[in-house]
């Protein structure tokens, strides 16, 4: 249920000796009030969201509009599969009316939390949870879990913005038009990136397709792409990288003749560019991966605050690099 505010019966009870009338109809109203499980079209607040990544907080954002006022928990830079919450990241938890996050365990430390709040609040969703199954990858290394990268796939996040219609729409179902709306927009939007990211992928020859970056997070976008996908690191952040994968890295470098590799806006940069240096390869460029850029932050004629700034930056710097 969603949490509400019970100022109204905790006022001081001036005038209530008078009649015994307006008390009635005063707690009559105020039960009624506490009751109601969501808030109408023309309530005066907007819904309080929370969400977890950059990404999760753009799309809710894109659906709801005006109506909405999310809070993000993780900003840009920030590595999910690390992130402990805080104790105001607990706050915002429990004052939200809704809940969005990713989920696929992408925030993994996050996902008692979740679980317990998903027991105690009806508005607590994963994003992910629009998208079937049989279209997730599960890699070999990811030990038996689906790879929960999926933004870099415009097809799959798009269908993400089902998931935010629905849980909006539940809280407050006389805006349900208003989210549907947004929500087609949007995904008309995403349809057009994806065919913009198809068009830029194929100015690279197949041979060139070769993205090296940090950490494996890239698996959706080089099935969707067309790339060979290769990463230092498996999805954790933390594991350390062997002296052995290092050279095996390099050596596939050179054999390949790749023109460039990546650092990631979420990852320490130290270790790939050691690749870089002992290859004999350039940096082409930091891409975003777990996190969008800051908002308001303009590249062209986007903002890398928003999932879409987030695509293009990336492809136009893959694509400029490995030319």
Not at 258 to 281: C, L, N
Request: charged share 25%; with cysteine.
């Amino acid at each position: 249920m969603a949490l509400y505010s019970t100022t109204l019966l905790s006022r001081p009870a001036i005038g209530w000796t008078a009649s015994p009338a307006p008390l009635v109809v005063l707690l009559a109203s105020a039960a009624l009030w506490l009751a109601a499980p969501v808030i109408s079209a023309g309530a005066e607040r907007k819904i309080k969201v929370a969400a977890t990544v950059t990404m999760v907080t753009d799309l809710v954002r894109q659906v709801g509009g005006d109506r909405v006022e999310v809070m993000g928990l993780m900003g840009p830079g920030v590595d999910p599969h690390l992130y402990k919450a805080s104790a105001s990241d607990i706050v915002k938890l429990q004052q939200a009316d809704v809940i969005f996050y990713c989920g696929l365990l992408l925030e993994g430390k996050m996902q008692d939390i979740f679980a317990r709040l998903a027991r105690t609040k009806k508005f607590v969703y994963p994003v992910t949870e629009a998208i079937p199954l049989e279209q997730l990858l599960e890699p070999p290394e990811f030990a038996g879990h689906y790879d929960p990268h999926v933004w870099f796939d415009a097809r799959l996040w798009s269908l993400c913005v089902d998931t935010v219609v629905k849980g909006l729409s539940e809280f407050d179902p006389a805006s349900k038009a208003h989210f549907e709306k947004r929500g087609a927009e949007y995904q008309a939007r995403l349809a057009e990136l994806h065919q913009w990211a198809l068009k830029q992928a194929d100015a690279l020859p197949k041979e060139a397709r070769i993205l090296i970056t940090s950490h494996d997070a890239f698996n959706y976008l080089g099935r969707a792409y067309g790339f060979e996908v290769v990463a230092l690191q498996g999805i954790s952040t933390v594991t350390e990288t062997s002296s052995a994968d290092m050279v095996k890295l390099v050596e596939f470098i050179r054999q390949r003749r790749v023109k460039a590799i990546f650092v990631e806006s979420s990852v320490p940069h130290r270790t790939i560019e050691r690749v870089a240096r002992d290859a004999g390869v350039k940096i082409g460029g930091e891409l975003f991966s777990d996190a969008t850029g800051t908002p308001g932050q303009r590249e062209r004629d986007y903002d890398l605050g928003t999932y879409e700034g987030m695509v293009k930056h990336n492809f136009n710097t893959i694509v400029e690099a490995l030319k």
